[in-house]
């Protein structure tokens, strides 16, 4: 990713790979994150999505070592689309309108990374 990109992020992203549901025009499916960030995800798929489409993310938070918060159904805007590989695209989505409980829930997630917790699947380390 080039540097004037990066300099235009308001968040800090985490490197989080973990499965989340997504719901778009193509369907419902469960594919996997890349990073995560107050603002948004970035996710692994097999096809692309048109930018500014409207999907819906439902992504479970790992709070503690054995603690899960029950599944956030998120709106979200795809921001952008690139294809990775013959069979992979990253997709970069924006959250869109978070309720406050919602802020709550990723910026405590969040701040367990800060902290030095390694997400991975569905377990913090």
Avoid at 17 to 38: C, F, H, P, Y
Avoid at 75 to 86: H, K
Avoid at 103 to 118: N, P, S
Wanted: with cysteine; proline share 4%; hydrophobic share 40%.
């Amino acid at each position: 990713m080039n540097d004037a990109y990066s300099d235009r992020r308001l968040s800090t992203r985490y490197d989080v790979i973990t499965e989340v549901g997504l719901s778009s025009s193509a369907g419902r499916t469960t594919v996997q994150t890349r990073d995560l960030s107050k603002g948004g995800l970035c996710l692994l798929l097999p096809a692309p999505l048109p930018r500014n489409e409207i999907v819906q993310i439902e992504l479970s938070l790992l709070l503690g070592p054995n603690a899960q918060s029950e599944p956030l159904v998120l709106s979200a805007r795809v921001a952008w689309c690139a294809q990775e590989t013959q069979e992979q695209f990253q997709v970069g989505v924006s959250f869109a309108d978070l309720t406050e409980d919602h802020q709550v829930h990723i910026e405590t997630f969040l701040e367990f990374l800060r902290q030095g917790f390694e997400v991975s699947g569905d377990q913090v380390e």
